[in-house]
């Protein structure tokens, strides 16, 4: 059974960055579809980020875009999400998920369809 850990959240001044990762123990994660996705207080999950176990190829929400970058990160075996030029609006949970099934990186950020789930990690972003 894949287990899934996120690391990295935290408190952050608007304009900052932080990066969260996804690893999974005795599992290695390139050849899964990994997803970032992001919950916040009163509202739906929203796909962020994801990363496409075929080509790589990365696909990102239109309100992250250009400030958001996921990475596979294959010496530690994890999947970061450097996040830049925070906005308290990003302030949520932050899961990470894996799938099995290829997801191609044109649907991967619209769909929730993933096998399995993290805990979450908190990301406030705040002054």
């Known amino acids: 059974q894949l287990q899934l850990v996120e690391s990295g959240g935290g408190l952050v001044h608007p304009g900052g960055s932080l990066r969260v990762s996804c690893a999974a123990s005795?599992?290695?994660?390139?050849?899964?579809?990994i997803g970032w996705f992001r919950q916040a207080p009163g509202k739906e999950r929203e796909g962020v980020a994801c990363i496409s176990s075929s080509d790589g190829g990365t696909n990102y929400a239109d309100s992250v875009k250009g400030r958001f970058t996921i990475s596979r990160d294959n010496s530690n075996d994890a999947v970061n999400l450097q996040m830049n030029s925070l906005k308290p609006e990003d302030t949520a949970v932050y899961y990470c998920a894996a799938s099995s099934v290829l997801i191609q990186a044109r649907l991967c950020v619209f769909t929730d369809d993933y096998d399995y789930w993290g805990q979450g990690t908190q990301v406030t972003v705040s002054s």
């Open positions: 005795r599992f290695t994660l390139d050849t899964y579809t």
